[in-house]
Antibody, heavy 117, light 106 residues
Framework: EEQLVESGGGLVQPRGSLRLSCAAS????????MSWVRQAPGKGLEWVAN????????DYVDSVKGRFTISRDNAKNSLYLQMNSLRAEDTAMYYC??????????WGQGTMVTVSS | QSVLTQPPSVSAAPGQKVTISCSGS????????VSWYQQFPGTAPKLLIY???KRPSGIPDRFSGSKSGTSATLGITGLQTGDEADYYC???????FGGGTKLTVL
């Protein structure tokens, strides 16, 4: 079964840091573009960042540029999101997702990040 | 404020058909593929439609997608109570989404 499982969320103070992980299984992870998508409580979806299969190119939504870093370890079938200088507005459920056919084909169950003092 | 515009809610009776609109611009929908996602409370989104009108394996043909100009539409026929969920459109360029539409099956 093709599966994505996120971890690493939690409560963090403003200006703090957190590293999210996403473990992939059931498919050749190294072949796929991958993204992080977030959803603030009661709000809609927002794409955050993505990375190409070999990790040499990344892209970010403007609001996280310079603060978040997406990376991957194909040997470990894992995707990461390093989040620094966190703000209250970063509070959200964070999903990792596989990109295929110009869409987010498979989603993990999400990991919640709460930024609060 | 979402880049793509969806109605906040739609409703219809079981067995009926409903459409959900998604309005954008030449910067997104008109020149890019549209996708649609279904999300039940407390769960992750699920891909329903990709490349404007294609259905992933396992998605019933009660769900359909179309695009014209700067707008896209999701159609659901033979409504079931189990279709009650939030539905989101997405446009690939910039990877933007609509604000979501809550479907109520009366």
């Amino acid at each position: 079964e093709e599966q994505l499982v996120e971890s690493g969320g939690g409560l963090v103070q403003p200006r703090g840091s957190l590293r999210l992980s996403c473990a992939a299984s059931g498919f050749p992870f190294s072949h796929y573009w991958m993204s992080w998508v977030r959803q603030a409580p009661g709000k809609g979806l927002e794409w955050v960042a993505n990375i190409i299969p070999d990790g040499s190119y990344t892209d970010y939504v403007d609001s996280v540029k310079g603060r978040f870093t997406i990376s991957r370890d194909n040997a470990k079938n894992s995707l990461y999101l390093q989040m620094n200088s966190l703000r209250a507005e970063d509070t959200a459920m964070y999903y990792c997702a596989r990109e295929v056919h110009y869409a987010f084909e498979i989603w993990g169950q999400g990991t919640m990040v709460t930024v609060s003092s | 404020q979402s880049v793509l515009t969806q109605p906040p809610s739609v409703s219809a009776a079981p067995g009926q058909k409903v459409t959900i609109s998604c309005s954008g611009s030449s910067s997104n929908i008109e020149n890019n593929y549209v996708s649609w996602y279904q999300q039940f409370p407390g769960t992750a989104p699920k891909l329903l439609i990709y490349e404007n009108s294609k259905r992933p394996s396992g998605i019933p043909d009660r769900f359909s997608g179309s695009k014209s100009g700067t707008s896209a539409t999701l159609g659901i026929t033979g409504l079931q109570t189990g279709d009650e969920a939030d539905y989101y459109c997405g446009s690939w360029d910039g990877k933007v989404f609509g604000g979501g539409t809550k479907l109520t099956v009366l």
